[in-house]
């Protein structure tokens, strides 16, 4: 099953996109899919891994704890409905 995660990289750090391609491996998520386009403002990467929802949100967790990553989303997933009164 294929994901779309959305990531935003520290301009400063030229190894964080290469920590993230090696994290993926590491937990069995291969990459299907990668777009990177820099700035002077940061990283974005757009990557489609392929893998069970449980080791998405691992890997997602992991992600986001790693040295250089800013944000990470998910992308294409509906986001949950506010609560009504």
Same mark, same amino acid.
Request: charged share 25%; proline share 8%; aromatic share 2%.
């Given at each position: ?31 299907? &899919?990668?777009?990177?386009? &820099?700035?002077?403002? $940061? $990283? ?12 998405? &949100? ?6 986001? !704890?790693?040295? $250089? ?9 509906? &986001?949950? !409905?506010?609560?009504?009164?």
């Amino acid at each position: 099953m294929h994901h779309h995660l959305e990531l935003t990289l520290v301009p400063t750090d030229p190894m964080a996109l290469e920590r993230v391609l090696v994290l993926c491996r590491a937990r069995r998520c291969p990459i299907v &899919a990668l777009r990177f386009d &820099a700035d002077e403002e $940061g $990283g974005r990467v757009l990557l489609t891994v392929d893998g069970e929802p449980s080791r998405l &949100a691992l890997l997602t967790h992991r992600i986001d !704890a790693l040295i $250089g990553v800013r944000t990470t989303a998910p992308v294409g997933s509906a &986001a949950p !409905a506010a609560p009504t009164r």
